[in-house]
């Protein structure tokens, strides 16, 4: 079972991961505000209508629908006490969704990030961090996950934590950070940054790379940064459909079917192999991604201009790496 | 960068070189060393307010300017902010007792349905460092909660933010109250959170939509001078 997902990567060359969770449930009728895992137990139909959505329109492997389903996350909806129970039920379903199809599809125990800031800057510390991702890996993998996928993170302290915590639960693992701030993450890593940090990992993920953040565009300059540092790993992007346009009441993501389309083939180009979306990305975009990553030779790897002209333009000036970028002000005394 | 300046007294500093090293200490968190400035500035006679904009928020701008550039992020910001914190605790009983001048007031929180608290926390620090007074109202907050805070005291500036595509419109749903009951136009609206932006903030009647902590401060300011002016024209 662990080696399921490097197994049909290795077949296929790359694979089609799933598209968004939260922005399809409200599509679903999920309130803002509701937590998004209580509907495992409350409307399990329409959780395996969500994974239906991406498996039928070829994802190869999906995330379940776990992404706030740690106790400092569920707290929020006073499920704490629920942890074990939600992440399993997620599990469950999407092992069963998965098992009816014909082709092997992998089902990924998705695991967000706390929302707290870890110590020292912040107030949550290693050990409870470490707790509370372990708690959420055991009940992913006790509903039957084949790894779990550990996701929008921001902070490599939290990166660390979750990867400790999943190796106490005996699981393998894939995990993605969010660079949505010029560049870099919110707590200000490069994208060579996290190569270093999965290098120094004692349990590395299976493969790693980036999700969410500003929009397609951005997420392939992050991608372009990932693979000039020659990670040892495969890489994983999964970007979001576009930018988010407000219409008529409705947030509404501008990414078409057709652009992401092209987001697939040149993160494929620039030698990302597990490819997926994020916030906006329906089966619609997926069937589109599938269909142009089975009919399209391999590319050289695009520029940044090729894929701004394709995808359009980028939320900052820079890629965050500090190369021709701004630096930090002279001081008179260095904090030592 | 030469470490030979590591052991700078700083009681040795002339004032405008202590101001300029608490700037640098601002900047890199060094909470301490701003405590100990915020003293000796005071016990050289300086004013409290003077040492709370000539040192503290001149400090917290240049921190703001970096931080919305992309060369500083959120945990330096944070620590900044922490740095910053532990000198305005000497200085808020004694502004007090001065009667210094406030800069404004301001309510913030994040609107109903959303349970995102890092993007406005930074807001508020920010605005304080700034020398604005904020009521933070937290997290999911429906439409009641901002009106009933506004209503309580004196404010000039509504803060709300979102960070799921989700919640933001439920922004509109509070501008629309305020238009209802009258009492839009009293105040300065800035929005704020990862999916929105300025053509948003426009549509739904906002006055500002601020990319980040430090653009919320600075649009505050213009703005808060902006209403003066219109005010004594």
Not at chain 1, 250 to 279: E, F, K, N, Q, W
Not at chain 2, 155 to 167: E, K, P, V, Y
Not at chain 2, 212 to 217: F, I, L
Request: proline share 4%; with cysteine; charged share 25%.
């Amino acid at each position: 079972m662990s080696d399921k997902m490097m197994k049909l990567l290795n077949k296929q060359g790359w694979l089609l991961a799933d598209g968004a969770t939260g922005t399809n449930l409200f599509n679903m009728g999920l309130e803002a505000g509701d937590a998004p895992e209580l509907w495992n137990d409350r409307h399990p139909d329409r959780i395996k209508a969500l994974y239906e959505g991406s498996v039928h329109a070829g994802s190869d492997l999906f995330l379940t629908n776990s992404f706030g389903g740690n106790a400092s996350r569920l707290k929020l909806h006073s499920a704490q006490g629920r942890v074990r129970e939600l992440n399993r039920i997620a599990a469950e379903i999407g092992r069963d969704v998965a098992d009816r199809e014909e082709r092997p599809v992998i089902v990924a125990g998705s695991m967000g990030p706390t929302g707290e800031i870890m110590l020292p800057v912040g107030t949550l510390s290693h050990e409870l961090a470490v707790e509370m991702f372990h708690e959420q890996a055991e009940g992913l993998k006790e509903g039957g996950a084949d790894l779990a996928w550990v996701e929008t993170i921001s902070a490599a302290e939290e990166f660390a934590a979750a990867a400790e915590g999943i190796a106490l639960a005996g699981m393998d693992w894939c995990g993605t950070m969010s660079f949505d701030t010029a560049g870099r993450t919110m707590m200000g890593l490069a994208a060579g940054d996290m190569v270093a940090l999965v290098a120094g990992l004692k349990s590395p993920p299976l493969a790693f790379g980036a999700n969410c953040g500003v929009g397609a565009s951005d997420l392939l300059r992050t991608m372009l940064g990932m693979a000039a540092e020659n990670p040892d790993k495969p890489l994983i992007a999964k970007g979001n459909a576009g930018i988010p346009k407000y219409v008529e009441g409705h947030i509404h993501y501008d990414g078409t079917p057709d652009l992401m389309a092209d987001y697939a083939l040149m993160a494929r180009d620039i030698g990302v192999s597990i490819i997926g979306g994020c916030c906006g990305t329906t089966p619609q975009h997926l069937e589109r991604m599938r269909h142009a990553l089975e009919n399209t030779e391999r590319g050289d790897p695009p520029g940044l201009d090729d894929i701004a002209a394709r995808l359009g333009g980028f939320s900052s000036p820079g890629d965050g790496s500090g190369e021709g970028g701004p630096a930090r002000r002279e001081r008179r005394r260095r904090r030592g | 960068m030469s470490d030979q300046e590591d052991d700078i007294i700083l009681a040795e500093l002339s004032d405008d070189e202590l101001v300029l090293q608490m700037h640098d200490d601002l900047y890199d968190g060094l909470k301490d060393e701003i405590t100990e400035g915020v003293n000796i500035l005071l016990g050289r006679k300086w004013t409290p307010y003077d040492v709370l904009t000539k040192a503290l928020v001149e400090g917290m701008r240049i921190v703001g300017i970096d931080f919305r550039d992309g060369i500083l992020f959120v945990p330096e910001v944070l620590l900044a902010a922490n740095a910053m914190k532990a000198g305005m605790a000497i200085l808020k009983p004694l502004l007090a007792e001065t009667g210094a001048p406030r800069l404004g007031r301001m309510v913030i929180g994040t609107v109903k349905g959303d349970i995102h608290d890092i993007g406005k926390n930074l807001v508020t620090m920010m605005m304080e460092g700034a020398g604005f007074e904020v009521t933070d109202l937290g997290i999911n907050n429906p439409v009641e909660n901002y009106i009933g805070a506004l209503e309580a005291q004196e404010t000039d500036i509504l803060g709300m933010s979102a960070l799921l595509t989700t919640t933001m419109p439920y922004m509109k749903v509070v501008i629309d109250t305020m238009v209802e009951k009258g009492m839009r136009d009293d105040y300065i609206v800035l929005v704020g959170g990862a999916p929105l932006n300025e053509e948003f903030a426009k549509a739904i009647g906002a006055d500002s939509y601020c990319r980040d902590a430090a653009v919320a401060v600075e649009t505050a300011k213009a703005l808060i001078a902006k209403k003066h002016n219109q005010m004594h024209a």
